[in-house]
């Protein structure tokens, strides 16, 4: 079965990465890939780099996010003004944002006129898997309250960058009080939209517990894209074709793929071997 998907996906069959992750929503989502591991043309004119080295699922603000495999977690938060090449904040209007998302049906925007500051970033959760392995969960409502929060680092322009837990070394994930062990299957995070605001930064709208972490679920922050999921896998052990326009599957499942997803509902309710099918 696996070799007829990646015929029909590819015209050929490539080698399967050994895989390492479970699902990572629950049986009855079923999410739209809408970015792959290239950008399209509106992605990079906001951010300004061609490459996405993730896959986005877009599914309902609140949806749960499973952990896909046993690791060490770690959470944080980051969100920067983005800037036009010349250096000036770039702004995004109603009309452009409709423009990037035609459908337009999942974007929160400001009950006014005029275009405003817009920011990239959100509320990250970062596991270690061992074997030199990483998975990424970005733009989050909410995290787990086992996972250790690291509040992000204030700049004097108003920015906050990721706190430097993410770029720790392993041994740190393992010390007790830096990072918590998480078993495959439970739930790690809620999907939101934070760190793609507009008008004003979505930090700004977090609600703050007495341990001093952001919770979003309950907040009512702009942004200028469908909700989603910005997931990534990375690592010294994790394959990577040198040619940027195809990405390694992390699931394992098909192998190589062609960058830029179509925009369907995937078929993740389909099991195979354990893991969570995605056909076309």
Known sequence: MIKSVLTKLMGKTT??????????????VEPVIATGYNYTENEISIHRVGLHRAIDFDVPRSTEIINPCDGWFVATYSEVALTDPDGKPKLLSVSKAIDQNPEGADIHSPAKSGSWPIYFGGYVVQGWHGNGRYTQYMHIDWSNPKIPYYPP???DNGDLAYD?????SVSNYRNTGQAVFLKAGEVIGRVGMTGCGWDQRCYESANFGKSDRPDFSQSDYNYYTNPHLHFMVFGRRVPRSRNTSVVWDPFGVYGMAPGNYPGHKSQWHTQTNGLWLSQS
């Not at 430097?164 to 720790?168: G, K, M």
């Open 15 to 28: 080698p399967l990465p050994r895989p390492f992750l479970g699902p990572i929503f629950h049986k009855e």
């Open 153 to 155: 680092i204030k700049k």
């Open 164 to 168: 430097p837990i993410l770029r720790s």
